[in-house]
């Protein structure tokens, strides 16, 4: 347990450093970042001016060396839009992104675990099917388009929630909403289909034959072993709402990291958009690691592995 | 990590009926190409079926509501929009900018993955543990915010569009195809061929590829109903294709401060971007069930 | 078997169907079965794989799938209907007094709960004990099983096990609360020969020890020679033959016990070398109803009477087999055609 753990980890670090060089690089080489920092129409020594005096006529590798070392201890740099330190503004956005992130996670798994329960209990029935429809019809729906009109209806219509913000915890319903149920659909399928193999598997009939009762038939015995495969499919899923919540959030204004990407990439603010893209693959890294983990941990048969 | 993106690929076994008669047979493979074949009809057929030029503007026919409202007249059926320009010609042309981006971020996409994935699958060992792990960098990077930043970068325009989604979004082909493919590589004919001194290439693109092909055609239609989706949240964002294209994604973000007074004009595109990625979501739902038959979706 | 006429029946099965749902129509697999088990004594069902034996008892114990339906004059355990029971009525009798052990104690135990976890919740579910009692009670039983430093394996998972070892434990998930009944599905099947062995005689032990009423359900006349005390032979969902174990082995009537006990070595009669007997010919396709002597297609003394309805013939008052001959007429016949 503890070497899987370790190889794990060592591959999480790869990953991680190499995700660091993609980072840098891809915003390096899809445009000019001192003609970005100078803005459009500005004179060639204003910009030469600027190259100077960030460095950026450096060869890259002595760029990227410099920001890795700057990066790991750290110093993430100056924003050139709102003017202030890179790893203050994250560490001030973060929690907000994080509580959407995990509130709509939570959403998605309240919803899609008894959905998928019960149409795999009752397979083929009509609760199979409108869960199904339902899922189907989730997954074909524009996140965006999605979150206007909660907004039209909760917002205008029915004037139970504000329109955007991130005072108060009303705020985050809508956003919550908007953002959990795109994944809801592929975490309700996988309830579905683990729950159906695990039901029909001879642990099953064994535990029926000793007489439990069907609750505990069905959740003791059947949903645990289910669980396992979603368990992996939450943390990735984790991952996705961290980049839906770039739509998201700037559709309600809610003040976090997703907005914050957003504002830096609209004003070319590059330090901390490679700052927040890091951040991101250094969170689904970890979680994917800790999927990993927690995958072994609830099924026995992996611990020894 | 690597066990993280493998997902379990059901073998594809023989049913009773051809291919054809099972796709026929199956609702959801039927509903959806029904849907994306009037998607698909429209978009050829935007010339004859527009009533104007999506692009003419007229000021003095700003903000005309559909038909079914009061005010609503059939000049417009479905109204204009800010720049009064005929909503239902612009949701008639969008339809070709949503295909052409399910398509053509398919196609850059699936031959990136398919043979990243066929590599990893066959060849196993090294080759492997390195696709694997480029799997798992490309996964850890949120595709909205890396196309995000690549098109502000670049500048928003279609092509700029397609070959980021392109270049993106191939991790999905690449997960599903590597684990087809191990499959099918243990299998004998397989090996019978490897025995019978067939080149690799001979191999990978005679025996395994034509094995692999129904889970390649599932994958597809999935990835192109997601790169239809993206496409519309860059835009909706300001960062995809620019106007005056009528991308159904970049209607609705020009219509977002107006939705309080106007709904139609966010819900008819919304509905219309629902409305063709139902149809392919289906269609790849059916066909998965058609390919898997034995009942597990 | 000297008990066996004494006791009353713990289990009484009368005219059993089993009928399963399939795209080509419903298919019989159990057709008009009737047999009791008493109290302290095993009985056998034997018969190919297929024959409907394993349906038999699944319908006995409320598992059939969901695509089967049952349906039987009398169901009844210890006098109590269970054809007509409730799901609560049958679940306060299944794992308590009546217990299953399956083919494959690879894939019976569930993969996630400790051994002790699955041992325990059975006795607690049924007996209202508390945790230590039943503990205790699973310590005591898997040391009766046979199984080594039992207070260890209670924190194993099942992967750490065995297959005999597991098999082992599924007896004792049977025993925990007592049964007056045990059904074994081809307990031994799955199982290595030398384990195999090892199992039966425990079995066989256990059930003498504890005077359980023991339905056994296997493919192997072997085994069946060494523990049964009656024995019904099934063939295409129905039985062909019923005796007690020593009857059916000394004569054999129907042609297909007797076809099946020439695919059998008798210790010290055949020879090294000789080859053993087989039945030509294959089981009936068990979908759609089946008219006079299911077993006629492969029999060598079939004749058109076969065709029609069979009658039961009576060699003695605990020996019947359904059958259009004469026990001796056939025997002559068998002779004439050698």
């Given at each position: 347990?503890?070497?899987?753990?370790?190889?794990?980890?060592?591959?999480?670090?790869?990953?991680?450093?190499?995700?660091?060089?993609?980072?840098?690089?891809?915003?390096?080489?899809?445009?000019?970042?001192?003609?970005?920092?100078?803005?459009?129409?500005?004179?060639?020594?204003?910009?030469?001016?600027?190259?100077?005096?960030?460095?950026?006529?450096?060869?890259?590798?002595?760029?990227?060396?410099?920001?890795?070392?700057?990066?790991?201890?750290?110093?993430?740099?100056?924003?050139?839009?709102?003017?202030?330190?890179?790893?203050?503004?994250?560490?001030?956005?973060?929690?907000?992104?994080?509580?959407?992130?995990?509130?709509?996670?939570?959403?998605?798994?309240?919803?899609?675990?008894?959905?998928?329960?019960?149409?795999?209990?009752?397979?083929?029935?009509?609760?199979?099917?409108?869960?199904?429809?339902?899922?189907?019809?989730?997954?074909?729906?524009?996140?965006?388009?999605?979150?206007?009109?909660?907004?039209?209806?909760?917002?205008?219509?029915?004037?139970?929630?504000?329109?955007?913000?991130?005072?108060?915890?009303?705020?985050?319903?809508?956003?919550?909403?908007?953002?959990?149920?795109?994944?809801?659909?592929?975490?309700?399928?996988?309830?579905?289909?683990?729950?159906?193999?695990?039901?029909?598997?001879?642990?099953?009939?064994?535990?029926?034959?000793?007489?439990?009762?069907?609750?505990?038939?069905?959740?003791?015995?059947?949903?645990?072993?289910?669980?396992?495969?979603?368990?992996?499919?939450?943390?990735?899923?984790?991952?996705?709402?961290?980049?839906?919540s770039i739509v998201i959030e700037t559709i309600f204004a809610l003040d976090g990291l997703g907005y914050l990407a957003y504002q830096s990439i609209t004003h070319k603010d590059f330090p901390v958009t490679q700052a927040v893209l890091l951040l991101l693959a250094l969170i689904y890294v970890l979680l994917t690691l800790v999927s990993d983990l927690l995958n072994a941990f609830l099924d026995p048969r992996m611990r020894v592995a | 990590m690597s066990d993280a993106v493998i997902l379990p690929i059901e073998t594809v076994t023989t049913k009773v009926g051809s291919p054809a008669a099972r796709m026929a047979a199956n609702p959801s493979v039927v509903t959806g190409l029904l849907l994306v074949g009037a998607v698909v009809a429209i978009a050829l057929l935007a010339p004859l079926l527009a009533p104007h030029?999506?692009?003419?503007?007229?000021?003095?026919?700003?903000?005309?509501?559909?038909?079914?409202?009061?005010?609503?007249?059939?000049?417009?059926?479905?109204?204009?929009?800010?720049?009064?320009?005929?909503?239902?010609?612009?949701?008639?042309?969008?339809?070709?900018?949503?295909?052409?981006?399910?398509?053509?971020?398919?196609?850059?996409?699936?031959?990136?993955?398919?043979?990243?994935?066929?590599?990893?699958?066959?060849?196993?060992?090294?080759?492997?543990?390195?696709?694997?792990?480029?799997?798992?960098?490309?996964?850890?990077?949120?595709?909205?915010?890396?196309?995000?930043?690549?098109?502000?970068?670049?500048?928003?325009?279609?092509?700029?569009?397609?070959?980021?989604?392109?270049?993106?979004?191939?991790?999905?082909?690449?997960?599903?195809?590597?684990?087809?493919?191990?499959?099918?590589?243990?299998?004998?004919?397989?090996?019978?061929?490897?025995?019978?001194?067939?080149?690799?290439?001979?191999?990978?693109?005679?025996?395994?590829?034509?094995?692999?092909?129904?889970?390649?055609?599932?994958?597809?239609?999935?990835?192109?109903?997601?790169?239809?989706?993206?496409?519309?949240?860059?835009?909706?964002?300001?960062?995809?294709?620019?106007?005056?294209?009528?991308?159904?994604?970049?209607?609705?973000?020009?219509?977002?401060?107006?939705?309080?007074?106007?709904?139609?004009?966010?819900?008819?595109?919304?509905?219309?971007?629902?409305?063709?990625?139902?149809?392919?979501?289906?269609?790849?739902?059916?066909?998965?069930?058609?390919?898997?038959?034995?009942?597990?979706? | 078997?000297?008990?066996?006429?004494?006791?009353?029946?713990?289990?009484?099965?009368?005219?059993?169907?089993?009928?399963?749902?399939?795209?080509?129509?419903?298919?019989?697999?159990?057709?008009?079965?009737?047999?009791?088990?008493?109290?302290?004594?095993?009985?056998?069902?034997?018969?190919?794989?297929?024959?409907?034996?394993?349906?038999?008892?699944?319908?006995?114990?409320?598992?059939?799938?969901?695509?089967?339906?049952?349906?039987?004059?009398?169901?009844?355990?210890?006098?109590?209907?269970?054809?007509?029971?409730?799901?609560?009525?049958?679940?306060?009798?299944?794992?308590?007094?009546?217990?299953?052990?399956?083919?494959?104690?690879?894939?019976?135990?569930?993969?996630?709960?400790?051994?002790?976890?699955?041992?325990?919740?059975?006795?607690?579910?049924?007996?209202?004990?508390?945790?230590?009692?039943?503990?205790?009670?699973?310590?005591?039983?898997?040391?009766?099983?046979?199984?080594?430093?039992?207070?260890?394996?209670?924190?194993?998972?099942?992967?750490?096990?065995?297959?005999?070892?597991?098999?082992?434990?599924?007896?004792?998930?049977?025993?925990?609360?007592?049964?007056?009944?045990?059904?074994?599905?081809?307990?031994?099947?799955?199982?290595?020969?030398?384990?195999?062995?090892?199992?039966?005689?425990?079995?066989?032990?256990?059930?003498?020890?504890?005077?359980?009423?023991?339905?056994?359900?296997?493919?192997?006349?072997?085994?069946?020679?060494?523990?049964?005390?009656?024995?019904?032979?099934?063939?295409?969902?129905?039985?062909?033959?019923?005796?007690?174990?020593?009857?059916?082995?000394?004569?054999?009537?129907?042609?297909?016990?007797?076809?099946?006990?020439?695919?059998?070595?008798?210790?010290?009669?055949?020879?090294?070398?000789?080859?053993?007997?087989?039945?030509?010919?294959?089981?009936?396709?068990?979908?759609?109803?089946?008219?006079?002597?299911?077993?006629?297609?492969?029999?060598?003394?079939?004749?058109?009477?076969?065709?029609?309805?069979?009658?039961?013939?009576?060699?003695?008052?605990?020996?019947?087999?359904?059958?259009?001959?004469?026990?001796?007429?056939?025997?002559?016949?068998?002779?004439?055609?050698?």
């Open positions: 347990m503890l070497l899987y753990a370790l190889k794990r980890l060592g591959l999480a670090l790869l990953v991680a450093a190499f995700v660091s060089v993609v980072a840098f690089l891809l915003l390096r080489l899809s445009g000019d970042a001192a003609l970005a920092i100078a803005g459009e129409g500005a004179r060639d020594e204003d910009i030469a001016l600027v190259r100077r005096t960030y460095g950026l006529d450096r060869p890259l590798i002595v760029q990227y060396g410099d920001w890795l070392l700057r990066t790991l201890a750290g110093d993430l740099g100056q924003s050139l839009y709102f003017k202030t330190d890179v790893a203050a503004l994250i560490a001030d956005k973060l929690p907000v992104t994080f509580l959407i992130g995990s509130f709509s996670l939570l959403f998605a798994l309240a919803l899609s675990v008894p959905l998928g329960v019960l149409s795999a209990v009752y397979a083929g029935s009509w609760i199979d099917r409108l869960a199904l429809a339902l899922a189907v019809a989730g997954q074909a729906l524009p996140n965006f388009f999605f979150a206007l009109v909660l907004m039209m209806l909760f917002s205008i219509t029915l004037r139970w929630l504000p329109v955007s913000g991130s005072d108060t915890w009303a705020h985050f319903v809508m956003p919550t909403i908007a953002l959990g149920y795109y994944v809801t659909p592929p975490m309700m399928r996988l309830v579905r289909a683990g729950m159906v193999e695990v039901l029909g598997s001879d642990y099953i009939r064994t535990a029926r034959a000793k007489g439990l009762s069907p609750a505990s038939v069905v959740f003791k015995h059947g949903l645990r072993n289910a669980l396992v495969p979603v368990v992996a499919l939450a943390a990735v899923q984790l991952g996705y709402l961290l980049g839906g | 030029d999506p692009y003419a503007q007229d000021l003095t026919r700003r903000l005309i509501p559909p038909i079914w409202h009061d005010k609503g007249v059939w000049f417009n059926p479905l109204g204009t929009d800010n720049l009064g320009r005929d909503y239902l010609s612009r949701v008639l042309y969008g339809a070709r900018i949503s295909l052409l981006i399910g398509l053509s971020v398919m196609v850059i996409s699936g031959l990136i993955g398919t043979a990243l994935g066929l590599a990893a699958g066959y060849f196993g060992g090294r080759t492997d543990l390195v696709i694997s792990f480029v799997i798992t960098a490309r996964l850890a990077m949120p595709v909205v915010l890396v196309a995000l930043a690549v098109v502000a970068m670049i500048g928003g325009s279609l092509p700029v569009v397609i070959l980021t989604l392109g270049l993106l979004k191939w991790d999905r082909f690449a997960v599903v195809m590597r684990s087809a493919t191990q499959q099918v590589r243990s299998l004998d004919y397989v090996t019978a061929a490897e025995a019978a001194g067939a080149s690799r290439s001979r191999i990978v693109l005679g025996e395994i590829l034509p094995n692999v092909f129904p889970h390649l055609i599932v994958v597809a239609t999935v990835e192109a109903g997601s790169a239809i989706l993206l496409e519309a949240a860059l835009s909706f964002l300001g960062l995809g294709v620019q106007p005056p294209l009528p991308s159904w994604g970049l209607m609705i973000a020009e219509a977002k401060n107006l939705m309080f007074f106007s709904f139609w004009l966010i819900a008819i595109p919304g509905t219309a971007l629902a409305l063709l990625v139902l149809g392919i979501n289906l269609l790849g739902d059916g066909l998965r069930d058609v390919f898997a038959p034995d009942g597990r979706s | 078997m000297a008990s066996a006429a004494a006791s009353a029946a713990v289990l009484e099965v009368e005219d059993l169907s089993v009928t399963i749902r399939t795209p080509a129509g419903p298919l019989h697999a159990v057709r008009g079965v009737s047999f009791d088990v008493r109290r302290g004594e095993t009985v056998c069902l034997v018969g190919e794989s297929g024959c409907g034996k394993s349906m038999t008892s699944l319908a006995i114990m409320s598992l059939l799938p969901e695509t089967a339906t049952r349906r039987a004059r009398r169901l009844a355990f210890a006098g109590a209907d269970l054809a007509g029971a409730t799901g609560a009525e049958i679940n306060a009798l299944r794992g308590n007094r009546m217990a299953m052990i399956f083919q494959e104690p690879m894939t019976a135990l569930n993969p996630a709960w400790t051994i002790g976890d699955q041992l325990v919740e059975v006795h607690r579910r049924h007996k209202r004990s508390g945790r230590a009692e039943a503990r205790e009670r699973a310590v005591d039983l898997l040391g009766k099983v046979g199984i080594a430093s039992p207070v260890e394996r209670l924190g194993q998972y099942p992967h750490q096990l065995s297959g005999g070892l597991r098999q082992r434990v599924m007896i004792a998930m049977a025993l925990m609360c007592g049964p007056d009944l045990i059904i074994a599905d081809e307990p031994t099947t799955a199982l290595d020969v030398t384990i195999q062995a090892q199992i039966l005689r425990l079995l066989a032990g256990l059930q003498r020890e504890l005077g359980i009423a023991l339905l056994l359900i296997t493919h192997d006349l072997g085994i069946v020679a060494r523990i049964a005390d009656r024995v019904h032979v099934m063939y295409a969902g129905a039985i062909v033959e019923r005796a007690t174990a020593a009857e059916l082995f000394a004569r054999p009537c129907h042609p297909y016990t007797r076809g099946l006990l020439s695919c059998l070595p008798a210790p010290g009669v055949t020879e090294a070398g000789t080859r053993l007997g087989t039945i030509p010919g294959v089981v009936p396709s068990l979908i759609g109803g089946i008219e006079g002597c299911a077993f006629r297609s492969r029999c060598e003394h079939a004749r058109a009477g076969c065709a029609q309805a069979v009658p039961v013939r009576r060699a003695s008052a605990t020996h019947h087999y359904v059958c259009v001959e004469e026990v001796a007429e056939m025997a002559a016949l068998g002779e004439a055609t050698a």
